[in-house]
């Protein structure tokens, strides 16, 4: 089997793609630190460094093996914003009062906004007459018609007669003498 660890340098096996150069296993050692630790992901950034790992050394494992930052999260997001290199003030100033729960709370103070606008003292337009007013539709007539979409005697004066009887399976006769009415009531 063969690994490829990056275009210009291929290893025999995995098992020598994640060997440690003997340098940095040396830096490892006389930090007290078994490097397996490090190739199993089990030791992290912050753990290298409290060990007294140099932090050059610490920050190429962390890369190559893609240590986590830390294993402890308390307290951290504030120090991790200090140290985290390329964040403007207002970045950092975003973290650090991120660092709680706090921040995503709605028991904070809240404005209570009116909006400025009159009701009107009418309508700006008539309401629709029902379709049962018109002459000869009863209540069956109309559920039926609003089945149509046909719901006022507005729009029953506007309706093509021979295609509602099609639709909704009624006499076109009916229809047209419904449509009549409805154009004689709204005049």
């Known amino acids: ?101 706090e921040w995503q709370a709605f028991d904070g103070p809240s404005i209570q906004i009116t909006i400025g606008r009159e009701k009107p003292a009418e309508r700006p337009w008539p309401r629709p007459t029902p379709v049962t007013a018109v002459a000869g539709v009863g209540p069956d007539d109309a559920e039926t018609l609003a089945e149509g979409g046909i719901t006022s005697a507005e729009r029953l004066a506007t309706i093509n007669a021979s295609e509602v009887a099609d639709v909704l399976e009624l006499d076109v006769r009916h229809v047209r003498m419904w449509r009549h009415s409805a154009r004689t009531l709204l005049e």
């Open 1 to 101: 089997m063969v690994t490829r660890v990056s275009e210009e340098k291929i290893v025999a096996d995995a098992e020598t793609a994640r060997a440690l150069e003997t340098e940095t296993r040396t830096h490892l050692e006389d930090a007290g630190i078994d490097p397996n630790t490090v190739l199993d992901k089990e030791c992290s950034y912050r753990a290298l460094l409290d060990a007294g790992v140099d932090e050059s050394v610490a920050e190429r494992l962390r890369r190559r093996f893609s240590l986590p930052w830390s294993f402890e999260t308390d307290g951290d997001l504030g120090r991790r914003s200090d140290e985290v290199r390329g964040l403007d003030e207002a970045e950092r100033a975003w973290i650090a009062a991120s660092e709680d729960e």
